[in-house]
């Protein structure tokens, strides 16, 4: 089959991954974060025993689109269940490790796949994953009620003290408040909010670029340096560390400009607030070193030049990919508080996974086309396009922010 033909399972696992929390989300916010986690993760696992025992593409691209359907509640709002558990103020070190969690994961998938399929053969590749699945369904057995909510009508029901009366709907004003919750309000503040706009398209563009590379990179490396299928997993090196590294901006940047700086006016999430366009500095950072390790990537990738340095440059562009995508999210959780915070998320989320979802399609033809050193630039090109975007918030956030239809709440 075609190269395209063969790249649909990851598009469309990511697709999966992009509608799943259009329904997820809700559901955790009435039923609670436990149930949800606890009834989508058994079924992620089974269609990923429907992957290991597929006998054809189709019935493989079907069972990954719902094996990243049901998957992503563990990414769509575990940074809720964080929020929940965590003060405001304490919150950036828990995320910053949160949000580098998948952009690790992918760097290891292809280093840990390439082994199990040269030692065992692709299906490996299913069973792996499943082997780490449940591992993770053991421990969310152990998982107690972290939502406030839920965790207040589960108490009440204990004590048998009568809650407050839910609103008397039908079962269309309900269809037309799900909707309106989960499709609609997202939706709306992804076309209309600045904010959201610009830093959604900024995140989708570094998601997209993380599969460009989990794409392109062992290509490049095999046709560059003679990788053979085992060292084009090792290529992911510069990945790897830049994905281990990436949290550590955004730590100190919390810690030293966001909490040194904040006011002493209280509110119900810790003693001090600051300004949410202080999270942007980690943002800033990043925007400098993306198109910089873009770049070096491009023009130092040829048989003259070492392979750790292309390596090392990818690792740069990493860091500064995630550094980006860690403080958006911190940004928009920040300005937008409980009360639409999660609907930003979903927006967020939407964006990035859907680009993502056809960015693996086109990756390969454009390197292919362009040649390395190009296509590269072309990326490069379109990250210094987009860097201009968290210094433009920095300066006049707090005029955006004034302007919102959707000002931040409990």
């Not at 706009?197 to 670029?209: E, M, Q």
């Amino acid at each position: 089959m075609s190269t395209t033909v063969a790249l649909l399972p990851l598009a469309l696992y990511n697709l999966g991954l992009a509608f799943g929390p259009i329904v997820g989300a809700p559901l955790s916010e009435t039923f609670g974060r436990k149930v949800v986690y606890q009834s989508t993760t058994p079924i992620f696992a089974l269609f990923l025993v429907g992957s290991g025992f597929a006998r054809g593409i189709v019935s493989l691209t079907i069972c990954r689109f719902f094996a990243g359907l049901f998957g992503s509640p563990g990414i769509s709002f575990a940074a809720a269940t964080i929020s929940d558990m965590v003060p405001l103020l304490e919150r950036a070190p828990y995320m910053a490790v949160y949000y580098s969690m998948p952009w690790l994961g992918s760097a290891l998938a292809p280093l840990i796949g390439s082994y199990a399929i040269t030692g065992k053969g692709w299906r490996w590749t299913q069973w792996v994953a499943l082997f780490f699945t449940a591992a993770s369904i053991s421990s969310t057995c152990a998982l107690k009620e972290s939502f406030k909510k839920q965790i207040l009508k589960n108490r009440a029901k204990e004590l048998q003290i009568q809650g407050p009366v839910p609103e008397n709907r039908t079962s269309r004003q309900e269809l037309q408040h799900f909707a309106t919750t989960t499709i609609e309000r997202p939706l709306h503040m992804l076309f209309t909010e600045p904010a959201v706009l610009s830093l959604c398209l900024y995140a989708s563009f570094d998601f997209g670029l993380l599969y460009i590379f989990v794409v392109a990179s062992p290509e490049t490396y095999s046709k560059v340096y003679g990788f053979d299928l085992n060292q084009q997993g090792l290529s992911f090196g510069g990945f790897i560390i830049g994905s281990c590294m990436a949290a550590l901006p955004v730590i100190l940047v919390d810690r030293y400009l966001y909490q040194r700086n904040g006011s002493k006016t209280p509110n119900r999430d810790g003693p001090r607030t600051s300004l949410p366009e202080r999270r942007l500095h980690a943002a800033m950072f990043g925007s400098l070193l993306l198109p910089a390790g873009l770049f070096w990537y491009g023009w130092s990738m040829h048989s003259g030049v070492h392979w750790a340095c292309p390596m090392a440059a990818q690792g740069v562009a990493i860091l500064g990919a995630m550094d980006v995508y860690i403080a958006a999210n911190l940004y928009l959780m920040d300005i937008y508080g409980a009360k639409f915070g999660a609907s930003a998320q979903a927006a967020n989320s939407f964006a990035r996974y859907t680009l993502s979802a056809g960015t693996p399609l086109f990756a390969l033809q454009m390197y292919q086309g362009l040649g390395i050193a190009w296509a590269s630039s072309v990326l490069g090109f379109c990250a210094l396009a987009l860097a201009p975007i968290p210094w433009v918030l920095y300066h006049f956030g707090n005029r955006i922010r004034a302007k919102s239809r959707y000002p931040a709440g409990d």
